[in-house]
């Protein structure tokens, strides 16, 4: 499999050098906007290549993004219309239902795939699954210390609670757990996102709550900052390089 990766900032080098170390992977081809980023990376592997998306689109099997919503909006459709599956990570760009649809349809036109890895939160399989039967709520509360706000508190603070699209327009850098467990579950509208500020955490935590015909589940995820961008939680580079495995692997485990 030859694996293209537009983005090689912490996710996309994460995936990056582990697919350089998977002997089913034979080529990977790397764009970035920013030439010094996809340079770097270039250097510490040894079966990669620069190239334009467009050029590398003839080569590749898969397609990882790992840049940006705006990588998204300028590539995915030119990916899909290639015949070529596509992995997301910017999942905040699925939020305008139009885009989501029109990559839907190409996706089922050209008989290929989109794969949005779990990211930076977990339990996706158990809403996944709860969804077939029928989800009554699902609810993300958000905490992350009052400096990731520029806040300075004493005490816990709510700072939102609403539905996930308002968040998103509130609380950007919370857009892609938001839309992940929207799109495995009940939608942007009708699933709930509380954010809280809490000076007594020092990760930024990601807890599901949800209840159905299927009983109730409560999913605690804390994260680790990636050692090479603190922004960017280190699960969801491991969720990406998980995704691409499981693409690779002839027994699919989980949902
Ligand atoms: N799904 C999740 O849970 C989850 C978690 C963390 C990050 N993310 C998203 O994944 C993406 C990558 O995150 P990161 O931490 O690796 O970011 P990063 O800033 O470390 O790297 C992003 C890289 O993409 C490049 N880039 C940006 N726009 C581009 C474009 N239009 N074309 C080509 N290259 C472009 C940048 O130059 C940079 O090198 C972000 O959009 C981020 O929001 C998703």
Redesign the pocket.
């Known amino acids: 499999m030859n694996l293209g990766i ?8 994460d995936v990056a050098k582990a697919a350089d170390e998977m002997e089913e992977i034979e080529r990977i081809y790397l ?4 030439k010094k ?2 340079n770097k990376l270039l250097k510490t592997l040894k079966k990669a290549e620069i190239q334009r ?1 467009e050029d590398f689109l003839k080569h590749v099997d898969v397609v990882f ?7 998204v909006r ?2 995915a459709e030119k990916i899909l219309k290639a015949g070529k599956d596509l992995i997301i ?4 760009s699925l939020f305008d239902d139009k885009f989501r649809k029109k990559l839907e349809k190409l996706a089922k036109e050209n008989k290929c795939k989109v794969y ?6 977990c339990g996706i399989d158990g809403i996944l699954s709860a969804n077939v039967g029928g989800l009554n709520e699902v609810t993300l509360v958000t905490t992350k210390p009052p400096s990731s706000f520029g806040l300075s508190l004493d005490e816990r603070r709510v700072l939102f609670e609403g539905s996930a699209r308002e968040a998103v327009k509130k609380f950007p850098a919370n ?3 938001a ?2 467990l929207s799109l495995a579950g009940k939608g942007f509208d009708e699933t709930k996102v509380e954010i809280v500020a809490d000076p007594v955490v020092s990760r930024i935590s990601h807890k599901i709550l949800a209840h159905g015909k299927f009983g109730r589940l409560r999913v605690e995820l804390e994260n680790m900052p ?1 050692p ?2 603190p ?3 280190y ?3 491991l ?1 990406a390089i998980a995704t691409i495995r499981r693409i690779i692997e002839p027994i699919k485990i989980g949902v």
Do not use: F
Request: hydrophobic share 35%; with cysteine; aromatic share 4%.
């Open positions: 537009i983005g090689c900032g912490a996710i996309g080098s764009y970035d906007i920013n980023a996809s998306v993004e790992g840049a940006s919503q705006d990588a300028e590539y990570m910017s999942v905040g949005i890895p779990t990211g930076a939160i857009i892609n757990v839309a992940s990636n090479n961008n922004g960017s939680s699960m969801a580079s969720s």
